[in-house]
């Protein structure tokens, strides 16, 4: 990849992001919950693949000054926007930070739908589960947002929020096989 770049997915599964790991040639750092650091083993795991921790409850100044570095570094950054996993695989409400980030580094969005991580890692479990069901990213079109840099900055957050969440229920429609 060149330049900056942030890859939104949806969150079905604790199996995410070894599954979009795998699905993407280049290298990636990761917006994941602080709570994730709390799991000792996991720790040098996080550390290894470039994540960085953040409160998807609060506006996480630290986490976002650590994504904007991110950008200017010229890497891509990989968030769930959602904050969590969803319990049902829809779309849930998406948080403002993804697009706080992307409206102030200019950096283009690339929604990222997910379907079948869910049957590796059901919602509610750790364990993994042996499956043949077939695991699917689509990556769509990237979303640029420089036709709301003019605006006051809450409405262009909500105009792209929702452009944001109708890319992304598309990506995962595509990805479900529905398209």
Do not use: Y
Request: positive net charge; hydrophobic residues 45%; aromatic residues 6%.
């Amino acid at each position: 990849t060149r330049g900056p770049l942030i890859l939104a997915s949806n969150h079905i599964s604790d199996s995410d992001p070894p599954v979009l790991g795998a699905a993407v040639r280049f290298p990636i750092a990761w917006m994941a919950k602080r709570e994730l650091w709390q799991i000792r083993p996991l720790v040098p795991v996080l550390d290894f693949v470039g994540s960085f921790p953040v409160d998807p409850a609060s506006p996480d100044r630290a986490a976002l000054k650590m994504a904007a570095q991110v950008l200017q570094n010229g890497d891509a950054l990989v968030v769930f926007p959602e904050g969590c996993i969803s319990p049902d695989g829809e779309l849930g409400a998406i948080m403002p930070g993804a697009m706080l980030i992307a409206l102030k580094s200019g950096a283009p969005v690339v929604p990222v739908g997910m379907w079948g991580a869910q049957k590796i890692v059901p919602h509610g479990s750790l364990v993994p589960r042996p499956t043949l069901a077939p695991v699917r990213v689509h990556f769509g079109a990237p979303l640029r947002f420089d036709d709301l840099q003019d605006l006051p900055p809450r409405e262009a957050r909500v105009l792209a929020t929702r452009r944001l969440e109708n890319a992304l229920r598309e990506a995962r429609s595509i990805a479900q096989g529905n398209r």
